[in-house]
């Protein structure tokens, strides 16, 4: 049969015994140093456990914060390659039309040089009308 032996009894063949002691004065120095190393142990067991889960909630607001930098810095890469497309958008579209006003400048440019020309073929027609008329 096992006997286990601590300060707060005995376990013995799977049944525990407590002691019958109502005060801490009342239990030998040996079992007084036992809950001591005891509570000691629990509050070194506590603070380990705390400062595993400050790290880990450190470490998880620092994978927060990384992901905010990340999704930030995509969302301003996306801003500005959609900015550089609309300017390059506006850009062309100006391009074509200039192309086109240019276009339409020198085909007006060309048909007021044809009138220009259409008069002055009309005005020798004339002139030379007025001349053979003369002559006769």
Excluded: C
């Excluded at 040996?30 to 889960?53: F, H, M, P, S, W």
């Excluded at 400050?54 to 998880?60: C, P, V």
């Amino acid at each position: 049969m096992v006997v286990r032996r601590s300060y707060a009894g005995l376990l013995r063949g799977g049944y525990f015994e407590p002691r019958k002691v109502t005060r801490l004065d009342d239990l030998s120095e040996a079992d007084q140093e036992a809950i001591v190393n005891d509570i000691i142990t629990e509050r070194i067991r506590k603070i380990q456990a705390l400062n595993e889960k400050f790290a880990l909630r450190a470490l998880k607001e620092e994978q927060q914060a990384q992901e905010a930098f990340q999704w930030a810095k995509e969302e301003e890469e996306q801003r500005q390659k959609h900015q550089e497309e609309r300017r390059r958008r506006s850009a062309d579209a100006f391009e074509v039309f200039a192309r086109r006003a240019q276009q339409e400048a020198m085909a007006k440019e060309r048909q007021a040089a044809e009138l220009v020309a259409q008069l002055r073929r009309k005005d020798q027609q004339a002139a030379e009308a007025a001349k053979l008329a003369e002559a006769r």
